[in-house]
């Protein structure tokens, strides 16, 4: 069964605290992603792992940083969550350039 | 500016009416994808398209990088096509997909 698994789905942390958002995903793909959706602008890029410790920062990555330390495992983490970080996240994978499958997301608010 | 635009930004549909999306890139796309994400907010696959064009049921989607735009067709909507429709586009030996904002689609009986 093709997924990809997001931990936890919904979140509320005060500011100043660390975040650790997690993603797995059965399929073997090597590269992961982490994107941010917010009202009216779509999802945007934050990190993309090529594989094991292969990260490279996409169009947001201010504020964020990754670990990918399993081929399954891709982890997304606030150091010291802002409130301008409340936003649905949304892990994918794919098999090089090819179909994205999505995590059904994490609600975060940061108080 | 932006990389992937998509027009309308929201739409109103009759049950049983046809209509079509669009994406307009300024990059230079080799792969579009589209997907729905529907009111629960999950984000579903509807196609993956090099150059060409896919159908799938009352989808059918082309997409022409010479022109560097791409389509979705939906035939007979239905209640069930509402949600947000978003394309993403990559370049050539690039992996990072560029979203545009999404059509706001919404069926109405």
């Known amino acids: 069964d093709m997924k990809v698994t997001q931990m936890p789905r919904y979140l509320i942390k005060r500011m100043g605290e660390n975040v650790l958002l997690e993603c797995g995903q059965d399929?073997?793909?090597?590269?992961m992603y982490w994107y941010r959706q917010d009202p009216g602008l779509g999802l945007q890029l934050i990190y993309i792992?090529?594989?094991?410790?292969?990260?490279s920062e996409g169009d947001i990555p201010k504020g964020y940083r990754v670990s990918r330390k399993k081929r399954e495992h891709f982890s997304l983490i606030l150091d010291s969550a802002k409130t301008n970080q409340t936003s649905v996240y949304f892990c994918?994978?794919?098999?090089?350039?090819?179909?994205?499958?999505f995590g059904a997301g994490t609600r975060l608010s940061v108080l | 500016g932006d990389k992937v635009k998509q027009s309308p930004s929201a739409l109103s549909l009759q049950e049983g009416t046809n209509s079509a999306l669009r994406c307009n890139f300024s990059i230079a796309a080799t792969t579009v994808q589209w997907f729905l994400q529907n009111p629960r907010g999950s984000l579903i696959n509807l196609f993956y398209l090099v150059p060409g064009t896919k159908e799938n049921g009352r989808l059918k989607s082309a997409f022409d990088s010479k022109e560097s735009y791409s389509t979705l067709h939906i035939r007979d909507a239905q209640l069930e096509d509402s949600g947000t429709y978003f394309c993403a586009a990559v370049g050539a030996g690039n992996y990072k997909y560029v979203f545009g904002a999404g059509t706001r689609l919404k069926v109405i009986a």
């Open positions: 792992s090529y594989d094991v410790d292969s990260n």
């Open positions: 399929m073997s793909h090597e590269t």
């Open positions: 994918a994978s794919s098999l090089e350039q090819n179909t994205l499958y």
